[in-house]
């Protein structure tokens, strides 16, 4: 096992109706404002029910963060915070408002080039508006982690931040908010913790056997309760398990003490940025192309995933290997995310343009050992095609 | 899966030379006390690098800190708070230093009988010194959790109590820190790591995948490493696999949004109380007991943990649970702790005087549905002769 800091701090209060006690992790003075996204908070009741708890309160309200959420519209969000001297962030929403609502916490009191918070990846932040966060789409884990991806219209940059100031104070977690989820949201936010959990799994051994275990728990569960969700969309136990799956899948528990990779998040991300795949379609279609090209480097562990999460032993270890990754492509395919380019109607011919975007974006050496060149992520984007 | 709330705050630094970066965690101003027991500290250098890490900084020292800390000793450590103006306390130990620590620590400002602090279970606890661990001896998961047991002398009280205030800031698992444990506290720990992880697993299910298969893992993980640090003692991957174990099977994590039996820590701790016997020779005598006593109740989840723990997959579902049984008492035989009363010269003619003192300390419902009365612990004791 290797040496690891880990600092779960965020406050996390799960099941149906906890949103009822927003008021007993807000303190009672704040003056909060409420960031959100597209309006579906509206439709299903949540924001109702957060301005219910909190209605002794000063509520302030920003809609409109995007998917992606970019600098320029959560620069008006700081602008309201200075306006209405803001002391309390509240995010209600997914990954994307979680995201934002990091970047509007550590924007709010900062000194110098506001863009500087990404550009440094998170390191000139010295401070932060405490963030509580309502989630209501389980797939990023951004509810308890530290970090942030945001974008930039004006230059296309698109860049994570990691800051401990801006870890959400505390999380809710009520199932409940997940099911009036479009059916493509809910397969996609379980493809994205299934690779979350894959990216610090999948690596070589290191005889860390709790995080070995807790990863392929989640692997399991996404496995069992991913299908269901899409058939029950009411199943609360299904909607718990997957909600809970998905904190656990990125808050630095499974990953800590072990190697990582994160190449199949990488080369993804090209693939949204250029064809605007979604995240999730993306892993799909490279986390298997990933397992094959780096069969040899990841053998051990794609042996013990075969064995313990597919419960594949019989065969030569080369045949319980392809088997286990046709197991993943098809358990994405039944999560209705087809697993070649070419499902996507892309034919390869944009492969050089995205090789180019990697360089740029100086994703040269990438993966567990800082092996997958753009030589080699050349050959994985050709082999998905 | 049942509601919870869950705040997991104590940052974890952990490996080997994690010591050193004490200074990182500990204000620069503070005036520490380093809390400590028996002075094995003294003799293995872990109280050196303390030292070390620490020598900008105003230290003072209090040990002799017993098993079962008692609050006579501890109100002696409460003085030395006073009059050296301490502001942090540091605890380098194992459950009892932290436990006792944890009371110095809620006592240092506290206003009114302080040993009303145990007494309300914690309830009167409103502020308390911050708390920082080094931990020697994995086992009780209190470096990572709100609770401890203190006993007292004058009255042979020996009571729990929990506070948010006292979770510890930190803990540092140095895993070379247990080298040089004696045989058996390496078993005990592995032993009370393994039934804390059963205490919170072996109920009825509620459908919760994450915390079923978690909680596995660690069963798994210790099963596998507990005999191993026995026979390679300073092999550091178990070490820090013990270690990890140990911490995770009691820090809220697994227990989280699930029922809970602790009747074999209840029955238990009257055999320590009454015998001296350790705590883990108790646990290991009193769950074998405890899950044939309870099979109607526990079918289930015996049956998972047949087949996912010990792999037991055929024969009658009785046959199943029977042999599961008997691989857990064969793995405390094997970690050194026979599982009958006999085994200990106990023939079993102190189980009335032992289940008065349960009637005594309000033990009259125990277990996960509360049916454990005392006559269920007559039987339970009986058939552990």
Do not use: C
Not at 306 to 311: K, S
Request: glycine share 8%.
């Amino acid at each position: 096992m290797n040496n690891f800091s880990l600092h779960l701090a965020t406050k996390v209060l799960f099941g149906q109706g906890q949103i009822a006690h927003l008021a007993s992790v807000i303190p009672a003075d704040a003056r909060v404002l409420i960031t959100y996204g597209g309006g579906s908070i509206k439709r299903n009741g949540v924001l109702d029910q957060v301005h219910s708890a909190l209605k002794n309160y000063t509520l302030f309200e920003f809609g409109g963060i995007e998917p992606n959420p970019t600098f320029e519209t959560l620069m008006k969000a700081v602008e309201v915070v200075h306006n209405n001297k803001i002391n309390f962030l509240l995010a209600v929403g997914g990954g994307s408002v979680l995201d934002g609502t990091k970047f509007i916490a550590a924007a709010a009191d900062y000194v110098g080039e506001t863009w500087d918070i990404v550009a440094s990846g998170g390191k000139s932040v010295t401070k932060a508006l405490p963030i509580g966060a309502v989630l209501t789409l389980p797939a990023t884990g951004s509810e308890m982690n530290a970090g942030a991806v945001i974008s930039r219209k004006e230059t296309g940059d698109k860049q994570a931040f990691h800051s401990p100031y801006v870890l959400p104070r505390f999380a809710i977690l009520d199932p409940l908010t997940t099911y009036s989820l479009p059916p493509r949201q809910v397969a996609n936010g379980v493809i994205d913790a299934f690779v979350h959990t894959m990216e610090q799994y999948l690596t070589y051994p290191v005889d860390a056997k709790v995080q070995d275990r807790f990863a392929e728990g989640i692997l399991l569960t996404l496995i069992e309760e991913g299908p269901k969700a899409l058939k029950e969309p009411e199943n609360y136990a299904v909607r718990a398990n997957i909600m809970w799956s998905a904190t656990m899948a990125l808050n630095g528990l499974i990953g800590a003490g072990v190697p990582q990779d994160w190449a199949t998040h990488m080369l993804g991300h090209e693939l949204t940025a250029m064809h605007g795949l979604d995240h999730a379609q993306t892993l799909a279609i490279i986390l298997p192309a990933i397992m094959r090209a780096k069969k040899t480097q990841k053998w051990e562990k794609l042996l013990q995933y075969a064995e313990r999460v597919w419960g594949i032993d019989r065969g030569t270890e080369d045949e319980r290997i392809e088997a286990a990754i046709k197991k993943t492509e098809q358990f994405f395919q039944q999560m209705g995310a087809p697993t070649r380019l070419s499902d996507y109607q892309l034919d390869g011919s944009s492969i050089p343009a995205l090789i180019k975007k990697l360089e740029e974006h100086g994703m040269t050496h990438l993966g567990e050992h800082g092996d997958i060149t753009l030589e080699e992520s050349l050959k994985i984007y050709q082999s998905a095609r």
